[in-house]
């Protein structure tokens, strides 16, 4: 346990910070498997549900919990599974 105020206070930011990170991990993995389902199921919704998602990544990106090029790098293949499918 730390001793002096100081860590104590920095160990209370980490867990609250481990915390937020973990809520964001499950939110972006949560919409791109919910958004997987879709393209098998209802490409339709799939495409609607693409903006969802976009949202999901840009307010995760403002927090700073991932970088610009993962961001962009998500969302690129995500669009690009939909334009597959659709072709087939």
């Known amino acids: 346990m730390p001793k002096t105020t100081s860590a104590k206070k920095a160990l209370r930011q980490n867990k609250k910070r481990h915390e937020a990170n973990l809520e964001n991990k499950a939110k972006i993995k949560a919409a791109i498997k919910e958004y997987r ?52």
Do not use: E
């Not at 969802?52 to 990106?61: A, E, G, N």
């Not at 993962?70 to 087939?88: G, P």
């Open 37 to 88: 389902h879709l393209l098998v199921t209802d490409p339709k919704k799939a495409a609607t549900y693409l903006s969802t998602i976009y949202q999901v990544i840009d307010k995760v990106l403002k927090t700073k919990f991932i970088k610009k090029n993962r961001a962009s790098r998500l969302k690129s293949r995500l669009a690009k599974k939909l334009t597959a499918q659709n072709k087939v």
